[in-house]
């Protein structure tokens, strides 16, 4: 059975009291609510107002760094909300990494919400992506599967299609083989969110973009990274708003690479995450769409 990498360290609520009381103890008496259980990090709601999020493994603790780094410098600039440290942890005899407080950003995540209903996200998402698609600094984050040149993804794509956890391989294969040939970016490294699929985009009441979570993938690199977004999270018309919303900023050549990045993206969820049922459909249905063009 495909599951979710295995936590490190177990993140539980008394290791999250702990942390405050040492750390931050003016915020350790507030109420805690475990929110989510990812890939990388656990999630607790802090009070009203704010959420402790914390690395279960060693591989996300320096992505918590960068975000820690990064993120304040970017979040001005952007249209909507994004989890900005307004607090930050460091290593403890109890625990192994640094760790963040971060503001609580409410609504609901478009995983959540049929695609035929994510459509009204479009526009200012594509705000969203022309505001963080700015020229990174000389030190921004590499990351070593996101931003970087599609076919360094060919042998990760091509085991998940070959191990039979894939829908129809046989046609996202081929899909696969044409896209991953697309030129590589050879313009500046951009700043890029790295991982802007539904689950990581929360909507409003009426449907719109409330804020933008989960930064832990952020890096340099290129931009067709983000555009997968047309992929992963609308069908036809909202891929049409989205796509119209941002014309005349990529090429052709870098939407086919976020075609491809929505495959690779959509590989992945659906060949590891059994035990994640809202990213195993999310990874079923950005196929089809991945698939329907």
Known sequence: MARMPVAEVRVDEALVRHLLAEQHADLAALPLQLVANGWDNVLWRLGADLAVRVPRRRQAAVLVEHEQRWLPELAPHLPVPVPAPVRTGRPAAVYPWHWSVVPWLAGTPAAHVP????GAAAEMLARFVIELHRPAPR???????RGVPLVTRDAAVRERLADGAVPDP??????????VSTPPWEGPPSWIHGDLHPANLLLDDDGGLAAVIDFGDMAAGDPATDLATAWLTFEAAGRRRLVAALAGRYDD?????GRGWALCMATAMAAHSDDAPVLAAVGRESL????EG
């Not at 695609?115 to 994510?118: A, D, P, T």
């Not at 050549?253 to 690479?257: D, K, V």
């Open 115 to 118: 695609v035929v209903e994510r």
């Open 139 to 145: 030190g921004a984050p590499l990351n070593p599967v």
């Open 170 to 179: 046989g046609r996202v294969g081929a899909l696969w083989k044409e896209l």
């Open 253 to 257: 050549a870098t939407w086919r690479r």
């Open 288 to 291: 089809r769409q991945v698939l």
